[in-house]
Protein backbone atom coordinates (compact mmCIF):
# COMPACT_ATOMS: atom_id res chain seq x y z
CA UNK A 1 0.00 0.00 0.00
CA UNK A 2 0.88 3.34 -1.05
CA UNK A 3 2.53 5.09 2.54
CA UNK A 4 -0.06 8.41 2.05
CA UNK A 5 -3.03 6.57 1.83
CA UNK A 6 -5.14 8.67 3.88
CA UNK A 7 -8.03 6.80 5.76
CA UNK A 8 -11.68 9.55 7.92
CA UNK A 9 -13.01 7.40 10.87
CA UNK A 10 -16.21 9.28 12.03
CA UNK A 11 -17.21 8.93 15.99
CA UNK A 12 -13.73 7.65 16.47
CA UNK A 13 -13.60 9.05 20.19
CA UNK A 14 -14.81 6.05 21.14
CA UNK A 15 -16.46 2.88 20.78
CA UNK A 16 -15.99 1.10 17.69
CA UNK A 17 -14.75 4.12 16.03
CA UNK A 18 -11.61 4.35 17.78
CA UNK A 19 -11.07 0.82 17.30
CA UNK A 20 -10.99 1.19 14.21
CA UNK A 21 -9.25 4.06 14.05
CA UNK A 22 -6.11 2.47 16.03
CA UNK A 23 -6.25 -0.85 13.29
CA UNK A 24 -5.90 1.21 10.54
CA UNK A 25 -3.33 3.35 11.89
CA UNK A 26 -1.57 -0.52 12.21
CA UNK A 27 -2.78 -1.36 8.46
CA UNK A 28 -0.27 2.03 7.45
CA UNK A 29 -2.86 4.57 6.97
CA UNK A 30 -2.64 7.91 8.45
CA UNK A 31 -5.98 8.09 10.12
CA UNK A 32 -8.12 11.39 10.69
CA UNK A 33 -9.92 10.81 14.17
CA UNK A 34 -13.20 12.97 13.53
CA UNK A 35 -15.62 13.34 16.21
CA UNK A 36 -18.35 16.03 17.30
CA UNK A 37 -15.79 17.22 19.97
CA UNK A 38 -12.08 17.69 18.74
CA UNK A 39 -10.79 17.22 22.26
CA UNK A 40 -12.58 13.80 22.45
CA UNK A 41 -10.42 12.23 19.88
CA UNK A 42 -7.14 13.36 21.72
CA UNK A 43 -7.21 10.06 23.63
CA UNK A 44 -7.39 8.11 20.06
CA UNK A 45 -4.88 10.21 18.28
CA UNK A 46 -2.42 9.71 21.61
CA UNK A 47 -2.95 5.75 21.46
CA UNK A 48 -2.17 6.03 17.42
CA UNK A 49 0.77 8.04 17.67
CA UNK A 50 2.68 5.95 20.83
CA UNK A 51 2.29 3.15 18.73
CA UNK A 52 4.14 4.99 15.74
CA UNK A 53 1.10 5.63 13.37
CA UNK A 54 -0.18 8.88 11.92
CA UNK A 55 -3.29 10.71 13.16
CA UNK A 56 -5.54 14.00 13.14
CA UNK A 57 -8.18 15.33 15.70
CA UNK A 58 -11.23 16.99 13.77
CA UNK A 59 -13.61 18.08 15.13
CA UNK A 60 -17.14 17.80 12.97
CA UNK A 61 -20.67 17.72 13.50
CA UNK A 62 -21.60 15.25 9.91
CA UNK A 63 -24.71 16.50 9.97
CA UNK A 64 -23.60 19.75 9.00
CA UNK A 65 -22.64 20.45 5.33
CA UNK A 66 -20.40 23.58 5.86
CA UNK A 67 -18.54 21.86 8.81
CA UNK A 68 -18.41 18.19 6.97
CA UNK A 69 -16.53 20.21 3.90
CA UNK A 70 -13.95 22.42 5.91
CA UNK A 71 -13.09 19.27 7.70
CA UNK A 72 -12.20 17.45 4.58
CA UNK A 73 -10.32 20.13 3.32
CA UNK A 74 -8.59 20.38 6.53
CA UNK A 75 -7.73 16.80 6.66
CA UNK A 76 -6.65 16.94 2.38
CA UNK A 77 -4.74 19.75 3.67
CA UNK A 78 -2.76 18.39 6.81
CA UNK A 79 -2.51 14.47 6.16
CA UNK A 80 -3.49 14.24 2.53
CA UNK A 81 -6.20 13.23 0.36
CA UNK A 82 -8.54 10.81 2.34
CA UNK A 83 -9.29 7.61 -0.01
CA UNK A 84 -10.88 5.69 3.02
CA UNK A 85 -13.56 6.64 4.91
CA UNK A 86 -15.77 4.92 7.53
CA UNK A 87 -18.97 6.44 8.43
CA UNK A 88 -19.10 5.34 11.91
CA UNK A 89 -20.61 8.48 13.95
CA UNK A 90 -23.82 7.77 15.25
CA UNK A 91 -26.69 8.01 18.00
CA UNK A 92 -29.42 7.01 19.65
CA UNK A 93 -32.81 7.94 21.17
CA UNK A 94 -34.49 5.47 21.40
CA UNK A 95 -38.39 5.05 21.85
CA UNK A 96 -41.60 3.81 21.11
CA UNK A 97 -43.42 4.87 18.05
CA UNK A 98 -46.35 6.44 20.22
CA UNK A 99 -43.29 8.26 22.31
CA UNK A 100 -40.84 9.57 20.06
CA UNK A 101 -40.75 13.24 19.28
CA UNK A 102 -39.85 14.58 16.15
CA UNK A 103 -36.16 15.48 17.16
CA UNK A 104 -35.70 11.87 18.25
CA UNK A 105 -36.33 11.19 14.44
CA UNK A 106 -34.51 14.06 13.02
CA UNK A 107 -31.36 13.79 15.04
CA UNK A 108 -30.68 10.28 14.52
CA UNK A 109 -31.32 10.78 10.70
CA UNK A 110 -29.21 13.62 10.80
CA UNK A 111 -26.18 12.27 12.19
CA UNK A 112 -26.30 8.48 9.97
CA UNK A 113 -27.99 9.13 6.78
CA UNK A 114 -27.45 12.50 6.33
CA UNK A 115 -24.42 12.49 7.98
CA UNK A 116 -22.64 9.36 5.76
CA UNK A 117 -24.43 10.75 2.56
CA UNK A 118 -22.15 14.16 3.13
CA UNK A 119 -19.08 12.80 4.13
CA UNK A 120 -19.00 10.46 1.04
CA UNK A 121 -20.14 13.34 -1.47
CA UNK A 122 -17.14 15.29 0.46
CA UNK A 123 -14.84 12.29 0.17
CA UNK A 124 -15.95 10.70 -3.54
CA UNK A 125 -13.78 13.61 -5.58
CA UNK A 126 -10.39 12.45 -3.67
CA UNK A 127 -10.71 8.64 -4.59
CA UNK A 128 -12.05 9.70 -8.06
CA UNK A 129 -8.89 11.59 -8.50
CA UNK A 130 -6.84 8.87 -7.16
CA UNK A 131 -9.04 5.90 -9.13
CA UNK A 132 -8.87 4.32 -5.38
CA UNK A 133 -11.27 4.40 -3.20
CA UNK A 134 -12.83 2.66 0.15
CA UNK A 135 -15.93 3.22 1.96
CA UNK A 136 -17.63 1.58 4.79
CA UNK A 137 -20.86 2.79 6.02
CA UNK A 138 -21.83 1.24 9.67
CA UNK A 139 -25.28 -0.72 9.54
CA UNK A 140 -26.62 -2.53 12.07
CA UNK A 141 -28.65 -6.02 12.87
CA UNK A 142 -31.37 -3.27 13.96
CA UNK A 143 -31.97 -2.96 10.37
CA UNK A 144 -33.72 -5.44 10.61
CA UNK A 145 -35.98 -4.30 12.93
CA UNK A 146 -36.01 -3.56 16.75
CA UNK A 147 -38.58 -2.51 19.36
CA UNK A 148 -38.24 1.01 20.45
CA UNK A 149 -35.65 1.58 17.51
CA UNK A 150 -38.16 2.86 14.80
CA UNK A 151 -35.62 5.89 13.98
CA UNK A 152 -32.29 3.70 14.29
CA UNK A 153 -33.33 0.93 12.64
CA UNK A 154 -35.04 2.82 9.13
CA UNK A 155 -31.23 5.04 9.26
CA UNK A 156 -29.16 2.01 9.68
CA UNK A 157 -31.23 0.57 6.99
CA UNK A 158 -31.15 3.40 4.41
CA UNK A 159 -27.71 2.89 5.00
CA UNK A 160 -27.51 -0.67 3.38
CA UNK A 161 -28.98 1.06 0.12
CA UNK A 162 -27.06 4.05 0.33
CA UNK A 163 -23.57 1.59 0.34
CA UNK A 164 -25.48 -0.51 -2.39
CA UNK A 165 -26.03 2.60 -5.05
CA UNK A 166 -22.50 4.42 -3.91
CA UNK A 167 -21.19 0.92 -5.11
CA UNK A 168 -23.20 1.00 -8.53
CA UNK A 169 -22.02 4.27 -8.72
CA UNK A 170 -18.26 4.41 -7.96
CA UNK A 171 -17.04 1.30 -9.16
CA UNK A 172 -15.97 2.49 -12.35
CA UNK A 173 -13.32 4.75 -10.39
CA UNK A 174 -11.28 1.52 -8.45
CA UNK A 175 -13.37 3.02 -5.26
CA UNK A 176 -15.29 0.00 -3.33
CA UNK A 177 -18.55 0.69 -0.73
CA UNK A 178 -19.31 -1.77 1.16
CA UNK A 179 -21.53 -1.98 4.90
CA UNK A 180 -20.91 -3.62 8.35
CA UNK A 181 -23.85 -4.46 10.59
CA UNK A 182 -22.76 -5.25 13.98
CA UNK A 183 -24.79 -7.86 16.44
CA UNK A 184 -24.03 -6.97 19.49
CA UNK A 185 -20.96 -5.08 20.38
CA UNK A 186 -19.69 -3.95 24.15
CA UNK A 187 -19.10 -0.19 24.09
CA UNK A 188 -20.92 2.64 25.98
CA UNK A 189 -23.89 2.77 23.51
CA UNK A 190 -24.71 -0.44 24.99
CA UNK A 191 -24.22 0.60 27.95
CA UNK A 192 -26.35 3.66 28.13
CA UNK A 193 -29.18 1.13 26.68
CA UNK A 194 -28.75 -1.13 29.73
CA UNK A 195 -28.95 1.61 32.06
CA UNK A 196 -32.10 2.78 30.28
CA UNK A 197 -33.79 -0.88 30.67
CA UNK A 198 -32.18 -0.82 34.53
CA UNK A 199 -30.14 -3.96 33.87
CA UNK A 200 -26.30 -3.89 35.12
CA UNK A 201 -24.14 -3.99 31.95
CA UNK A 202 -22.28 -7.12 33.16
CA UNK A 203 -26.30 -8.99 33.53
CA UNK A 204 -27.07 -7.36 30.29
CA UNK A 205 -23.72 -8.87 28.31
CA UNK A 206 -24.34 -12.24 29.72
CA UNK A 207 -28.15 -12.15 28.57
CA UNK A 208 -27.40 -11.01 25.11
CA UNK A 209 -24.36 -13.68 24.94
CA UNK A 210 -26.57 -16.54 25.95
CA UNK A 211 -29.00 -16.02 22.36
CA UNK A 212 -25.53 -15.73 20.21
CA UNK A 213 -24.49 -18.94 18.63
CA UNK A 214 -20.30 -18.05 19.60
CA UNK A 215 -21.75 -17.22 22.98
CA UNK A 216 -20.21 -14.22 23.78
CA UNK A 217 -21.07 -10.37 23.00
CA UNK A 218 -18.72 -8.65 19.94
CA UNK A 219 -15.78 -6.06 20.76
CA UNK A 220 -15.23 -3.10 18.94
CA UNK A 221 -11.85 -4.90 17.74
CA UNK A 222 -14.36 -7.58 15.96
CA UNK A 223 -15.97 -4.67 13.72
CA UNK A 224 -12.32 -3.06 13.39
CA UNK A 225 -11.14 -6.07 11.96
CA UNK A 226 -13.63 -6.37 9.40
CA UNK A 227 -13.30 -2.69 8.17
CA UNK A 228 -9.57 -3.10 7.66
CA UNK A 229 -10.71 -6.74 5.41
CA UNK A 230 -12.92 -4.16 3.34
CA UNK A 231 -10.01 -1.80 3.28
CA UNK A 232 -7.07 -3.97 2.27
CA UNK A 233 -5.99 -3.89 -1.96
CA UNK A 234 -7.13 -7.72 -1.92
CA UNK A 235 -10.88 -7.13 -1.33
CA UNK A 236 -10.84 -4.69 -4.03
CA UNK A 237 -13.59 -6.98 -6.37
CA UNK A 238 -15.79 -7.35 -3.07
CA UNK A 239 -18.27 -4.18 -3.46
CA UNK A 240 -21.89 -3.62 -2.66
CA UNK A 241 -22.08 -5.83 0.56
CA UNK A 242 -23.84 -5.97 3.55
CA UNK A 243 -21.80 -8.32 6.17
CA UNK A 244 -23.56 -9.26 9.53
CA UNK A 245 -20.68 -9.46 11.93
CA UNK A 246 -23.01 -10.57 14.99
CA UNK A 247 -21.34 -13.75 15.73
CA UNK A 248 -24.07 -16.33 14.28
CA UNK A 249 -26.42 -15.73 11.20
CA UNK A 250 -28.91 -13.61 12.75
CA UNK A 251 -29.38 -10.78 14.57
Not at 66 to 93: C, K, S, W
Not at 218 to 244: C, K
Request: charged share 20%; net charge negative; proline share 2%.
Amino acid sequence: MADSRVAIVTGAARGIGAATAKRLAEDGFAVAVIDLDEKHCAETVSAIEAAGGKALAVGCDVSDAEQVQAAVDRVAAELGAPTALVNNAGVIRDNMLFKMSEDDWDTVMGVHLRGAFLMSRAVQKHMVEAKWGRIVNLSSTSALGNRGQANYSTAKAGLQGLTKTLAIELGKYGVTANAIAPGFIATDMTRATAERVGMEFEEFTKAAAASIPVARVGQPEDIANTVSFFLDERAGFVSGQVIYVAGGPKA
